[in-house]
């Protein structure tokens, strides 16, 4: 089977197809694939993964120059719908195709509707309708889910999040340098490139580790060193056990200086820049709407 869908996309991607077209060709596998139980499409799609190989070897661009700097969503939807001949026009088109049974067609029209106008109930009511249909219709769980999901979304707006990415124990069990990794991801690059850049020397008492992290031009590189360097604008020594409560946000950075579990040496700013210009990753976020 994956036999097939590599070999299969790789020869339409030698004749000229996009990722779109691919995935309208290659909707199914043979019968002597698509009849074993463990092929079927319960968890994922031919389309979905024939677009996966696609990317894997050829990248997001599909050789269209017109979709090589498109515009952003809600631009794109504003003028779409313009052109269409505005917001009503296109929903009564819409609720005809709907009748006809064209989810997909209704729920790409929707879409500029919502994007064009976060405030069009009857839009969002339309593309939720739409999405509920094709996510009965799919074989696929992780379809169907994205697509009620989508109809959740737009029903009810962003649920509120039952958890967190950076829970306690994920937080304790990153390595330090998965955590700086982790904090060079969080640093806002626009911003920390306006600060000044910064040498810092990171000190674990406990774990015995000496870190040297480097923050210039709104990237935040690491290495591990033996010893702490002598060329760096501060030194901060703290416990693994302290940075992490500072990450959970049990404990303020200022809180950790002020009662003596984090300790600096040179300039404080480097160190508080550095927190000043993360940013917190919210657990969810809207998907359908803009």
Known sequence: ????????????????????????????????????????????????????????????????????????????????????????????????????????????????????????????????????????????????????????????????????????DTIKALTVDMFFDYLGIRLNGPKAAKAEDARMNWVFTDTHENHLVTVRAGALTHRKVPEPVSDVDTTITLSRETLNNITLGQKTFNTAIQDGSVKIQGKESAVTNLFSNLDSFPVMFNIVTP
């Open 1 to 168: 089977m994956y036999q097939y869908i590599n070999d299969q996309t790789l020869r339409l991607i030698n004749l000229g197809y996009t990722p779109v077209e691919i995935s309208e060709q290659l909707n199914s596998l043979p019968p002597a694939l698509a009849k074993k139980w463990y092929n079927r499409g319960y968890y994922g799609t031919m389309s979905h993964n024939v677009r996966a190989v696609y990317q894997r070897y050829m990248g997001f661009y599909d050789g269209n120059p017109a979709n090589l700097n498109p515009l952003p969503p809600v631009e794109e939807a504003r003028r779409y719908i313009e052109m269409m001949g505005g917001e009503k026009a296109v929903i009564q088109q819409a609720k005809k195709a709907f009748d006809r049974g064209e989810y997909r067609w209704v729920a790409t029209l929707m879409k500029h509707v919502v994007f064009a106008n976060p405030n069009s109930n009857e839009g969002k009511a339309l593309l939720a309708d739409s999405l509920e249909q094709m996510g009965y219709q799919a074989e696929a769980g992780t379809w169907r889910n994205a697509m009620l999901m989508g109809a959740q979304e737009l029903r009810n707006g962003v649920p509120s999040p039952t958890s967190s990415t950076a829970s306690a």
